[in-house]
T-cell receptor, first 114, second 112 residues
Framework: KAGVTQTPRYLIKTRGQQVTLSCSPI?????VSWYQQTPGQGLQFLFE???????NKGNFPGRFSGRQFSNSRSEMNVSTLELGDSALYLC?????????????FGQGTRLTVV | KQEVTQIPAALSVPEGENLVLNCSFT??????LQWFRQDPGKGLTSLLL?????REQTSGRLNASLDKSSGRSTLYIAASQPGDSATYLC???????????FGTGTSLTVIP
């Protein structure tokens, strides 16, 4: 079956712009979470959505936001981009059944802010 | 706040060697622990998931153990191969959701 799909794979944006990243989870998975990966900070949790509701939120500024649609696809948005937002953004999906909590990750979106 | 540490940060071994990667976490109240591998510039590939009530999981040449009380997990790789070269990450979750706390990873190089 198809894995987690993230689009686009690469993005170059200018400081001050905004960007929207997309994540399509594995079919049947209702939980989608987002992570930022940088060489200095490693993998950091941004937020998680389940059935269109934000369940958890990490310690990131309000410029980072997300949403989930009824088909479980999720988008994250970063407004007023800063150079420090350059990172690999990863999303993960999970079925979150009683005995099935394994998370599967997409290939990521590489965002470069210049 | 949960802190996850992985030791060593980097490891280089000759092909065929058995090896152990270590992961420790500060808060033992975890829901599950998952091991991943990451190839350069790529996403994460799930290797093994251990629920908090389990002690170990095995998949092929991989075996992962969990000791919640001491806050430790180990990933054992048997008969290492050059294709095993990657960064290995452990992650713990505190609830039924997908919020993971990640370690900084162990970069493994298997020399042919």
């Amino acid at each position: 079956k198809a894995g987690v799909t993230q689009t686009p794979r690469y993005l170059i944006k200018t400081r001050g712009q905004q960007v929207t990243l997309s994540c399509s989870p594995i079919s049947g998975h209702r939980s989608v979470s987002w992570y930022q990966q940088t060489p200095g900070q490693g993998l950091q949790f941004l937020f998680e959505y389940f059935s269109e509701t934000q369940r958890n939120k990490g310690n990131f500024p309000g410029r980072f936001s997300g949403r989930q649609f009824s088909n479980s696809r999720s988008e994250m948005n970063v407004s007023t981009l800063e150079l420090g937002d350059s990172a690999l953004y990863l999303c993960a999906s999970s079925m979150l059944g009683p005995m099935n909590t394994e998370a599967f990750f997409g290939q990521g979106t590489r965002l470069t802010v210049v | 706040k949960q802190e996850v540490t992985q030791i060593p940060a980097a490891l280089s071994v000759p092909e065929g060697e058995n090896l152990v990667l270590n992961c420790s976490f500060t808060d033992s109240a975890i829901y599950n622990l998952q091991w991943f591998r990451q190839d350069p510039g790529k996403g994460l590939t799930s290797l093994l998931l251990i629920q908090s009530s389990q002690r170990e999981q095995t998949s092929g040449r991989l075996n992962a153990s969990l000791d919640k009380s001491s806050g430790r997990s180990t990933l054992y790789i048997a008969a290492s191969q050059p294709g095993d070269s990657a960064t290995y990450l452990c992650a713990v979750s505190r609830n039924t959701g997908n919020q993971f706390y990640f370690g900084t990873g162990t970069s493994l190089t298997v020399i042919p």
